[in-house]
T-cell receptor, first 120, second 108 residues
Framework: QVTLKESGPALVRPAETLTLTCSFSGFSLTTSGMCVSWIRQPPGKPLEWLALIDFHDDKYYTPSLETRLTISKDTSEDQVVLTMTNIDPMDTATYYCARVVGGVYAFDHWGQGLLITVSS | DIQLTPSPSFLSASVGDRVTISCRASQGIPSFLAWYQQKPGKAPQLLIY???TLQSGVPSRFSGSGSGTDFTLTISSLQPEDFATYYCQQLNSYFMWTFGPGTKVEIK
């Protein structure tokens, strides 16, 4: 059974760095074709893709946020970490991690989401 | 950047209706087009990938079609549990992912 779960602080101060962890089970990021991605959704707004890391450790970022994002993986711990620098209240959103399998090229399993509020 | 435009953005329908939601891309894209259903307070659920392949476990009343710039999600007979927001999503050749703004389906 594939599961993913996001963890991190619920409240972040402006200008700080946000670190989010996706802990997953039921698959391995060392398996060919496997990827984990981060997606966010501000309250009442659509989904926004942020970043993706694949089994080969290749990394992809949404262009508008690329300078602020870093995605990494710890295959021994089955975790993917996303850091976002210089946090702003506009970054308030529910952050999801999700799995992609090569051949499907869609987000087939999602975490439950984590609401991050940016406020002083 | 490729933009995805759903049509309509809001839909009011009754149980049993046949519902069609369109997603138009600003330029032709490979058929890495997916559809998701999202209910309030929940994570999205994958319905369709590759424009027309039904994800395992998804009811057969959902179907997808299209290619190039025009894609469609059809619900053959709307059920009470189908009232939700539906998002299209595409993957381009640079491995960049884009979601459309969504179509909200509400009870008439």
């Amino acid at each position: 059974q594939v599961t993913l779960k996001e963890s991190g602080p619920a409240l972040v101060r402006p200008a700080e760095t946000l670190t989010l962890t996706c802990s997953f089970s039921g698959f391995s990021l060392t398996t060919s074709g496997m990827c984990v991605s981060w997606i966010r959704q501000p309250p009442g707004k659509p989904l926004e893709w942020l970043a993706l890391i694949d089994f080969h450790d290749d990394k992809y970022y949404t262009p508008s946020l690329e300078t602020r994002l870093t995605i990494s993986k710890d295959t021994s711990e089955d975790q993917v970490v996303l850091t976002m620098t210089n946090i702003d209240p506009m970054d308030t959103a529910t952050y999801y991690c999700a799995r992609v399998v090569g051949g499907v090229y869609a987000f087939d399993h999602w975490g439950q989401g984590l609401l991050i509020t940016v406020s002083s | 950047d490729i933009q995805l435009t759903p049509s309509p953005s809001f839909l009011s329908a009754s149980v049993g209706d046949r519902v069609t939601i369109s997603c138009r891309a600003s330029q032709g894209i490979p058929s890495f087009l997916a559809w998701y259903q999202q209910k309030p307070g929940k994570a999205p659920q994958l319905l369709i990938y590759g424009a027309s392949t039904l994800q395992s476990g998804v009811p057969s009343r959902f179907s997808g079609s299209g290619s190039g710039t025009d894609f469609t999600l059809t619900i053959s007979s709307l059920q009470p549990e189908d009232f939700a927001t539906y998002y299209c999503q595409q993957l381009n050749s640079y491995f960049m992912w884009t979601f459309g703004p969504g179509t909200k389906v509400e009870i008439k």
